[in-house]
């Protein structure tokens, strides 16, 4: 890259001798020269064009003096900047005084060319050695900062998931029922969720959902709408009373369009009825045991915090012993191979209907298996999160 000096000479006696002396140099791309006639001109160019290494600089100058030019340069605290103070022969007490305020190196008229050209190098030696400690420390210093910030998104990730349940089987006094769940982040943190909980003794409510965004804004959304969800359901309110309540809280705190597809549903733990109501989620697979595997029906419901004042329906259904429910968030629907193409609902069919009969765990482990096998290395673009409960019935 050219050194690129300004010469500053009020009668420009200076122009036709750098470039004749220096034309080897500007012809080869090693020095670029710029002229100014006084140093408020200077100084204009210098603001448009702060990239300049070397300041050439006569002292008597109309407009600017050579002076007080070096006293604005002083002012712009760029180390890597150079200036070379060009003086009458004898005119001792300017020199001094440049180079008491900063100024690199001196020359005096008449120029020898060949000592400007000495002073010049010293001048590019000692910008190299500035800019590379500067472009070290500027290394050090993105260095330091990426270790901050994976630092705190791992303590991040790490409330994120101490917020979600871990402890499976979670409640090992009741035996009609079994379930396991994973959420795995395509970055450090993510949007989804899962939950579950004891309404009462008699019913189990369980969710899951899926934030609009990724990252950061959407994990602490997601911390709100599972707080809001886990909340409202705990007031014993059916699935579709529940929806409609936490999305009007939603609304309130969504910002930047965000919202939250949420499939809630509530299970009888003696019966086996459940009852769900589906907020713009992903269909959950019924996986009967003695029966066809099938994507439960919608119910119509939009994604919570995008409109308030909704009203939600609810279905339901009924499980046998042995039967399961498979909950997921499009990370796994929506999964691209290195060919672009979606692992989909119909291979998601087929997943549950080569783990049924099995354990939740190993329904998700089996599920999780395909879809890697599916995408063949290609890079995890959302977040994935899985949640599978099978009935085993009345325990007598």
């Given at each position: 890259?050219?050194?690129?000096?300004l010469?500053?000479?009020?009668?420009?006696?200076?122009?036709?001798?750098?470039?004749?002396?220096?034309?080897?140099?500007?012809?080869?791309?090693?020095?670029?020269?710029?002229?100014?006639?006084?140093?408020?001109?200077?100084?204009?160019?210098?603001?448009?064009?702060?990239?300049?290494?070397?300041?050439?600089?006569?002292?008597?100058?109309p407009?600017?003096?050579?002076?007080t030019?070096?006293?604005?340069?002083?002012?712009?605290?760029n180390?890597?900047?150079?200036?070379?103070?060009?003086?009458?022969?004898g005119?001792?007490?300017?020199?001094?005084?440049?180079?008491?305020?900063?100024?690199?190196?001196?020359?005096?008229?008449?120029?020898?060319?060949?000592?400007?050209?000495?002073?010049?190098?010293k001048?590019?030696?000692?910008?190299?050695?500035?800019?590379?400690?500067?472009?070290?420390?500027?290394?050090?210093?993105?260095?330091?900062?990426?270790?901050?910030?994976?630092y705190?998104?791992n303590?991040?990730?790490?409330?994120?998931?101490?917020?979600?349940?871990?402890?499976?089987?979670?409640?090992?006094?009741?035996?009609?029922?079994?379930?396991?769940?994973?959420?795995?982040a395509?970055?450090?943190?993510?949007?989804?969720?899962?939950?579950?909980?004891?309404?009462?003794?008699?019913?189990?409510g369980?969710?899951?959902?899926?934030?609009?965004?990724?990252?950061?804004?959407a994990?602490?959304?997601?911390?709100?709408?599972?707080?809001?969800?886990r909340?409202?359901?705990?007031?014993?309110?059916?699935?579709?009373?529940?929806?409609?309540e936490?999305?009007d809280?939603?609304?309130?705190?969504?910002?930047?369009?965000?919202?939250?597809?949420?499939?809630?549903?509530?299970?009888?733990?003696?019966?086996?009825?459940?009852?769900?109501?589906?907020?713009?989620?992903n269909?959950?697979?019924?996986?009967?045991?003695?029966?066809?595997?099938?994507?439960?029906?919608?119910?119509?419901?939009?994604?919570?915090g995008?409109?308030?004042?909704?009203?939600?329906?609810?279905?339901?259904?009924?499980?046998?012993?042995?039967?399961?429910?498979?909950?997921?968030?499009?990370?796994i629907?929506e999964?691209?191979?290195?060919?672009?193409?979606?692992?989909?609902?119909i291979?998601?069919?087929?997943?549950?209907s080569?783990?049924?009969?099995?354990?939740?765990?190993a329904?998700i482990?089996g599920?999780?298996?395909s879809?890697?096998?599916?995408?063949?290395?290609?890079?995890?673009?959302d977040?994935?999160?899985?949640?599978?409960?099978?009935?085993?019935?009345?325990?007598?």
């Amino acid at each position: 890259m050219a050194i690129k000096i300004l010469s500053v000479d009020a009668e420009q006696d200076l122009e036709a001798l750098l470039t004749q002396y220096f034309r080897r140099k500007i012809r080869k791309g090693e020095y670029e020269f710029s002229f100014a006639h006084n140093g408020l001109e200077a100084l204009r160019m210098m603001l448009d064009h702060p990239d300049f290494d070397i300041i050439l600089s006569d002292i008597n100058m109309p407009e600017m003096d050579g002076l007080t030019l070096l006293t604005k340069i002083n002012e712009m605290r760029n180390p890597a900047l150079k200036c070379i103070i060009v003086s009458a022969y004898g005119d001792m007490e300017n020199i001094r005084t440049a180079m008491n305020h900063g100024a690199f190196d001196f020359a005096t008229k008449p120029i020898d060319m060949e000592d400007l050209e000495r002073t010049i190098e010293k001048a590019v030696e000692q910008i190299s050695f500035i800019k590379e400690a500067q472009k070290e420390h500027h290394q050090l210093e993105e260095t330091v900062l990426v270790k901050l910030i994976q630092y705190d998104l791992n303590v991040a990730r790490e409330i994120q998931q101490s917020i979600l349940p871990k402890q499976f089987p979670p409640f090992p006094q009741y035996k009609q029922f079994d379930l396991y769940a994973t959420m795995s982040a395509a970055k450090a943190v993510g949007g989804d969720f899962y939950d579950f909980f004891l309404v009462d003794d008699n019913h189990l409510g369980f969710t899951i959902a899926d934030v609009s965004d990724k990252g950061i804004p959407a994990a602490i959304f997601m911390a709100i709408s599972r707080t809001v969800i886990r909340a409202t359901a705990l007031r014993q309110l059916s699935p579709a009373v529940c929806m409609k309540e936490s999305n009007d809280l939603l609304c309130r705190e969504s910002v930047n369009g965000m919202f939250v597809t949420t499939f809630y549903a509530i299970l009888n733990i003696h019966t086996g009825d459940v009852v769900y109501c589906n907020g713009g989620h992903n269909r959950p697979v019924w996986i009967r045991k003695n029966d066809k595997v099938s994507l439960l029906p919608m119910t119509g419901g939009m994604a919570l915090g995008v409109v308030p004042g909704l009203a939600y329906k609810e279905q339901s259904l009924k499980l046998e012993a042995g039967d399961s429910l498979f909950l997921y968030t499009d990370g796994i629907s929506e999964a691209m191979n290195l060919r672009n193409e979606q692992y989909g609902d119909i291979r998601l069919v087929e997943a549950c209907s080569s783990v049924k009969n099995q354990s939740p765990k190993a329904m998700i482990e089996g599920i999780s298996e395909s879809v890697q096998s599916f995408v063949n290395g290609a890079t995890q673009s959302d977040d994935i999160t899985m949640l599978a409960l099978t009935y085993k019935g009345q325990i007598l």
